[in-house]
């Protein structure tokens, strides 16, 4: 089962049918998938693991049922978000009753890593074959698909993930793993900037900015920073620094550039007028251009649940995002209730999937990604996760026997 799991993810992420379309008229995806679930119906012990997020996402789901189905606006608009939500859906509920110990939780993360660099390499390849597109005054590097190939799209699939390298890089398994980890990361970091992404840019820092502060050495780390960002800026192509400058200097880019980081408060603002209009389930999934009349995407996460999911959406995010710091919370108070267990890969996901968020939101504040895949699948990690770790500390051993005399305590970072 895990591996079938494994495949779909690459399915999922590489979307190998949106470019090599006569996959596409076979369904793959689809027929793949109804595969997948009868071989789960006839898979035994497997067991629905408990955990506040359940409650949260199937909150999220009847709030986006309840906005759609309610919308002002032609039931098309939403149709393809509902669709995809119930395609992400079943995944996460295949996942979470399949994975059972931390060997499958890491065997379906390195399945998300190779994927993913299935994914990265072959739009790479693209690129320099000449497949790019040209927006804002500047050639820009998308995906090979057609779902997430734009190129703000496309960097967040990246730069989503990255926090689920830690795990990997603070518990390797073998001696190769942290080299193999720097290329893959060398491999994200170029192809985000030929794409050229503004948000994705400060995604990066900001990134790296909370794994510093969360360091024991991070008054060193900052020094380092602040002495070596200047001299790699230095070393970017000139039509890349002038790409980041156009953030704080309006004179560095094509005014369309200017305008497309200027429109992410105004959208806001038209967001926060429709939610005024429309308080309760708002203009419904996706139906934000046409009820803004601006032909474009709210580009803001707050803008986008408020405006089409009103109030009973931004209640869902909101009870979303404190399932997860409550998970993140619970672990590491299972992890000082038994200072003898080592801060091994379960911890590390389970704080990793807290990051993860945090980066959404984040780069939220560029983008609608409120009904993207990753809020499922980083909900999944991080519940099995904490589910081993529950059970470790349910066993009448765990309970009972303290740390070897000679044995080191392992620091466990503060919440």
Request: with cysteine; aromatic share 16%; proline share 5%.
């Amino acid at each position: 089962m895990p591996w079938l799991l494994a495949g779909y993810v690459w399915l999922y992420l590489h979307r190998p049918f949106e470019y090599w379309t006569f996959l596409g008229t076979l369904q793959i995806e689809r027929v793949y998938m109804i595969f997948t679930i009868i071989v789960w119906m006839v898979t035994p012990g497997k067991r629905l693991p408990s955990n506040r997020l359940h409650l949260a996402f199937v909150y999220f789901t009847v709030a986006l049922f309840t906005c759609w189905v309610t919308s002002p606006y032609p039931q098309e608009l939403g149709e393809k978000m509902w669709e995809d939500h119930c395609k992400v859906a079943v995944f996460y509920v295949l996942m979470v009753t399949s994975i059972r110990d931390e060997a499958g939780l890491r065997r379906m993360l390195l399945a998300y890593f190779v994927a993913l660099f299935l994914y990265q390499s072959h739009s790479l390849l693209e690129f320099i074959c000449g497949r790019y597109e040209f927006r804002q005054g500047t050639v820009r590097m998308k995906g090979v698909d057609t779902t997430f190939g734009d190129p703000n799209t496309f960097t967040a699939t990246i730069l989503h993930a990255m926090p689920f390298l830690l795990p990997f890089w603070f518990v390797p398994k073998k001696k190769n793993e942290r080299p193999a980890i720097v290329c893959y990361v060398l491999l994200g970091l170029l192809c985000i900037l030929l794409s050229r992404s503004r948000r994705a840019f400060l995604g990066i820092l900001f990134m790296t900015l909370f794994l510093i502060l969360r360091s024991k050495r991070r008054w060193s780390l900052l020094l380092l920073a602040m002495l070596f960002s200047p001299l790699a800026f230095c070393f970017l192509p000139d039509s890349i620094q002038d790409r980041i400058l156009t953030l704080v200097d309006s004179s560095y880019g094509p005014q369309i550039a200017i305008a497309s980081r200027d429109s992410r408060l105004k959208f806001f603002m038209i967001g926060m007028q429709l939610f005024n209009e429309h308080p309760l389930t708002g203009v419904g999934p996706a139906a934000f251009a046409l009820a803004a009349g601006t032909g474009l995407q709210s580009h803001n996460l707050y803008a986008q649940t408020a405006a089409e999911m009103g109030s009973f959406g931004v209640s869902a995010l909101v009870f979303i995002v404190f399932c997860f710091w409550l998970n993140s919370r619970e672990i590491a108070r299972l992890y000082r209730q038994h200072p003898w267990w080592e801060q091994d890969f379960v911890y590390h996901v389970a704080r990793s999937a807290w990051l993860a968020v945090v980066l959404l939101l984040f780069m939220g504040a560029g983008g609608h990604n409120l009904y993207r895949y990753n809020w499922l699948w980083f909900g999944a990690f991080q519940i099995l996760a904490l589910q081993i770790a529950r059970r470790r500390a349910a066993e009448p051993a765990a309970a009972l026997a303290g740390p070897e005399p000679w044995a080191p305590r392992q620091p466990v970072y503060a919440t």
